[in-house]
């Protein structure tokens, strides 16, 4: 299956769903969609590029991270919520692979610095639609290899960030 069909799929599977069955935007002032800072965003699936190109909301730009490039959206804070792109569908969740395969939904640490929902909250506390949809869609994603490899170095890259910041709460 090509990747526009794939993604296609995947924000139908999303399209109804959210973290919470309230607003969550209204806890934090939408705070995902705002960004903190001008160069931070949220991070492409491989060719997705492609698909959100046309989205006038969006500036998207290649992003080198050691051997691996990808490319990083950002939100101009007006966005078309039907165009939005996967990462912003599932946020604050983040699909991890073990060294195992095995496909696992989780709170992306990362995202504590600006959601309230992956401060406070537990996955299983979020609605339990939304894991379960973004589970099905990542499990029809790693089906395509450059997808799941990606997802690979994403997992890679919430390792790091999980052990500097247990350095620093061992501090």
């Known amino acids: 299956m090509k ?33 903190i800072e001008k160069e931070s965003g949220m991070y492409l699936y491989p060719g997705e590029e492609e ?13 080198h991270m050691g051997d691996y490039s990808c490319f990083l959206a950002v939100c101009n804070g007006k966005c078309m919520r039907s165009r939005r792109p996967l990462a912003c569908r599932i946020f604050p969740l983040v699909p991890y692979l073990t060294l195992k395969n095995t496909l696992i939904i989780q709170m992306d640490p990362r995202a504590s610095s600006l ?31 450059e997808i799941k490899d990606f997802i690979i170095w994403q997992s890679h890259i919430v390792d790091e960030y999980q052990s500097i910041k247990n350095q620093f709460l061992s501090i």
């Not at 190109?53 to 290649?62: I, Q, V």
């Open 3 to 35: 990747k526009a069909a794939l993604y296609s799929e995947a924000y139908k599977i999303l399209q109804t769903v959210t973290p919470l069955s309230k607003d969550c935007g209204k806890l934090c002032n939408k705070a995902c969609c705002e960004g």
């Open 51 to 63: 698909l959100q190109a046309r989205n006038s909301f969006l500036k998207t730009s290649p992003l």
């Open 115 to 145: 959601c309230p929902l992956a401060r406070t909250l537990s996955r299983s506390e979020l609605d339990r639609q939304f894991v379960i949809k973004i589970r099905q869609t990542f499990q029809l994603l790693i089906t395509d290899p």
